[in-house]
């Protein structure tokens, strides 16, 4: 393997680690949110559980954000120097302002959301879990907008050394296809965060402790019902965002699709294995004129092929088809999954049915692999640049030795499966207690209180007598 190969990789890993995390806690702040909300309005206790739990679960999500984010920041001054040269006028204010508005912000009121329920104001802890939540959305906007730009570049200039100036900042940050990635991401994390909320809760049903009970059917119906929702909507938001593809960045539609020539009425190919060097699809499964309905809205609408220019202008064509298609199945059996627990909801099955519940514990894994799959397309779909059109990722590598790159994706890739390690212990052992774990400790009970409560005094009398 050459350096930029390997930069290539380290990157990878890296980030796509790190976006698993942003992407669950955005989904996982707003879900504490709703079931503030729910206990301000209602005061049933057992909203007030469910927030202490997942406020704990968020806690611990929202510390590997934050470690696998930093060494993000380094990983683009150390492996990608001429990026960060070229493109620091450009959207460097773009990471600033994620640090003043976004961060600053979860920070300063995060400690009032994991520490305030018992201590402040029910309505003050409700303001600051509003608060963490809007922050995981500021700061999920700024950095799509940097990323989007980086799609569908607008508003700058380039000077002599090849750097990027930006001429207008909103224009920077309002580019052409941030307005679709930004929903589709926002969408993705919560249906992310939901499912995982489902599963847990699936999984207290399954288990069938009466203590978990209240919690699990209360989670599980909130979730279902807000997943019933946004599956859809993610649907017509990865609808409008391939739209916009289409017009910005056709060869990477083409990679998507393995569509190799421009041409009318379309088929939609279900399944293929593109063969890039013959420039064709094996054991390809067409459906005829799919491909130009869905991609264009039109029975007769033109999709650009490949061939529209030479190849070393192409992305990789393999694992952008197969990513999508593995995003989109992804996001079908969700959908399934969603759509079921409306029928059996209507029949009065949801809590009793354990396939189901079974089948929900299963979609735990599935937001996080369409987000993976979804982020492999965006980024692999753009190459060979890194600035779409205009701004080669060989360009922007570091003049690093290759031995210097592998070993420090060596200790990445160590380290970061140790924290994953450290997560999974941890937050597992929070699911296995259960939501009525670390309930505060009430004032001491009189046993002729707690007797009597449990109808106990009158059998003891009768015993007597």
């Not at 699809?281 to 491909?291: C, F, K, S, T, W």
């Not at 994706?409 to 380290?415: E, Y």
Request: proline residues 5%.
């Amino acid at each position: 393997m050459d350096q930029l190969l390997l930069s290539r990789l380290q990157f990878a890993f890296t980030i796509g680690y790190h976006i698993l995390w942003p992407a669950f806690t955005i989904g996982i702040a707003w879900f504490i949110v709703v079931l503030s909300a729910l206990w301000l309005r209602t005061h049933n206790a057992v909203y007030q559980h469910l927030v202490r739990f997942w406020t704990k679960v968020f806690a611990l999500a929202f510390g590997m954000g934050v470690v696998t984010g930093v060494v993000i920041s380094y990983q683009l001054g150390l492996n990608w120097s001429g990026y960060a040269r070229a493109t620091a006028d450009a959207i460097g204010p773009l990471f600033v302002m994620e640090v003043l508005t976004a961060f600053f912000l979860e920070a300063g009121f995060i400690g009032v959301m994991l520490y305030g329920q018992e201590r402040v104001g029910e309505k003050l802890h409700f303001v600051a879990c509003l608060i963490v939540a809007i922050g995981t959305v500021i700061s999920a906007f700024w950095i799509i907008s940097a990323n989007s730009w980086m799609q569908t570049p607008t508003a700058f200039t380039t000077t002599a050394d090849g750097r990027f100036v930006a001429t207008d900042f909103w224009g920077v940050v309002f580019n052409p296809s941030m307005p679709y990635r930004l929903a589709h991401m926002i969408a993705a994390s919560f249906i992310t965060g939901g499912f995982v909320v489902t599963g847990v809760s699936a999984f207290w049903l399954w288990r069938g402790r009466p203590a978990d009970q209240p919690a699990a059917r209360k989670a599980f119906s909130v979730c279902l019902g807000l997943l019933a929702v946004l599956m859809p909507a993610q649907m017509l938001i990865g609808d409008q965002h391939g739209l916009n593809t289409r017009k910005y960045q056709p060869m990477k539609l083409a990679a998507i699709e393995a569509r190799w020539d421009t041409a009318r009425r379309v088929p939609i190919n279900l399944i293929a294995w593109p063969d890039e060097k013959a420039e064709r699809n094996d054991y390809a499964l067409e459906i005829p004129l799919l491909g130009s309905l869905i991609l264009t809205h039109s029975l007769n609408g033109e999709v650009k092929g490949l061939k529209e220019v030479p190849a070393s202008e192409r992305p990789p064509v393999l694992p952008v088809f197969l990513a999508f298609r593995v995003m989109v199945g992804c996001g079908m059996l969700l959908l399934a999954v969603a759509f079921t627990g409306l029928y059996l909801r209507w029949r009065g099955r949801l809590y009793t049915t354990r396939w189901y519940q079974i089948a929900c514990m299963g979609c735990v894994p599935l937001g996080f692999i369409a987000t993976l799959a979804g982020w492999v397309v965006t980024e692999v779909g753009r190459q060979p640049y890194v600035i779409y059109g205009h701004f080669r990722t060989a360009e922007a590598v570091s003049p690093l030795a290759t031995g210097a790159v592998a070993g420090s994706m060596a200790v990445a890739f160590v380290l970061y499966n140790c924290l994953l390690l450290v997560f999974f212990w941890y937050a597992g052992r929070l699911a296995w207690r259960g939501p009525m774990s670390g309930l505060p400790t009430h004032p001491a009970v009189p046993l002729a209180t707690v007797a009597a409560a449990l109808g106990q005094i009158p059998q003891a009398t009768g015993g007597a007598k």
